[in-house]
């Protein structure tokens, strides 16, 4: 069977496409880059946000309608199935069953929302995006139950992998010449509280970053009360190790954090960032923002102008709040701040992000970074910097290399830099 895959929200999903993708390969199925070459489209779904969820249906339709077979995976298949087999979709799969992907496609099963979690491990294939960075899932699924998230009902409870089965992972990946991996998890922190052997995020990094031919790790999504002053001791220790932390805060209001059921307050977020701040030279921060919670008001809204000026992000991402069925929030309050206001808000918002970003990065301009090449388009290659800044380069330089480069210029998110030779962009 040719196989087309769509793959649609965070990290996690992509990876989750990723091992899909190996497992079809191992068992003589291929995947391929166009949806014209294809015997079935695959769809691995998000439903964080109605956005997300109504894209999902709007390409089944179109998909059908062209006569494409569609299977359905991921964040939608697990929370609305009812919604989905009405598409009258090949199969449905859920988060927990992507080891099923195999049989799905050969007709073999129609739906499964089981959890096979404990099928995935190192020894899975996985068809991998990039040669040279890599994404591992630790933990799975969060118990935060967050009032607006629907992904702790679409993902299950947090499970974490065994640490051993993860550095073996690493390991075979470094041997193919990985040199850079994500740890993934909803909440990256909690990892290793569950097996209750003492098994931690920090102790993960600081064993991964001894392994011979790893250069970078980065881990991904940080629970601002949960970050230990281990996990930061670690970070600012070891230089391989990302000093960019991902520490969504979603409001500064403190009525709407509780609101919220997020577990801390602005005063308690903000000392968080400060200890980062100084314990971790050259750190840096990103978040997430949800705008127009249920209730949120103007002084609302201040509280998290203030707090984005004070924490001064090097990346956020701002989103107008969506009632998801089966929440708390969707279920209880009424979703009364109206869209203008919402749109209002992240303007204001961004515009204010934009300003920081630009100071954050302006700094940088004629100074020489280090970076690690993700991506090449042949003219420009692209890497990040150690605490998570884009930086594109004139020419051609290969994957994983780690370069030198002057920045020369910053726009719309990115610094630009020549690699010492001439540049394209002066
Ligand atoms: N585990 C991460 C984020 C998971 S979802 C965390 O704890 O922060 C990614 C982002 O989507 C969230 O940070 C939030 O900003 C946004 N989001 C989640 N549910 C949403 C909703 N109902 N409406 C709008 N944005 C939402
Ligand atoms: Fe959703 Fe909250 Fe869990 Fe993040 S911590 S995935 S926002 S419930
Ligand atoms: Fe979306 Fe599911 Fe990820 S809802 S953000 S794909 S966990």
Redesign the pocket.
Known sequence: MKVFFKTYG?QMNIHDSEIMKGLLKEAGHEIVDEIKDSDLVVINTCA??GKSENKVYSLIGRLKKAGHKVGVTGCVAQGMPEKLSNYGVEFILGTRSISSIVNAVEGLKKIDLEDHILDINSQTPALRDQKKHAWINIIAG?D?F?T????PYTRGRELSRPISDILNEVNLLAKDGYKQITFL???VDSYGKDLKDGTSLAKLLELSQAIDGIERLWFL?S?PSDISFDLIRVVGNYPKISKNFH??A?SGSDRILKKMNRRYTKKEYLEIVEKIKKEVENSSIGG???VG?PGESDEDFEETLDLVKKVRYIRL?V??????PG?V??KYYKDDVPFNVKKARMSRLNEIQHSIEKELNEVLINKEVEIMIEKTTGKISYGRTIDNRMVAVEGFIPEGEMVKVRIEDFKSGTLYASNGRVSIFA
């Open positions: 965070c964080v946000r969060c935060k967050c607006y998230c629907i992904v998890g909803q909440n999504t629970y520490i969504p979603q997430d923002i949800i919670f991402n989103a107008p709040y969506s009632p998801r929440t929030a969707a």
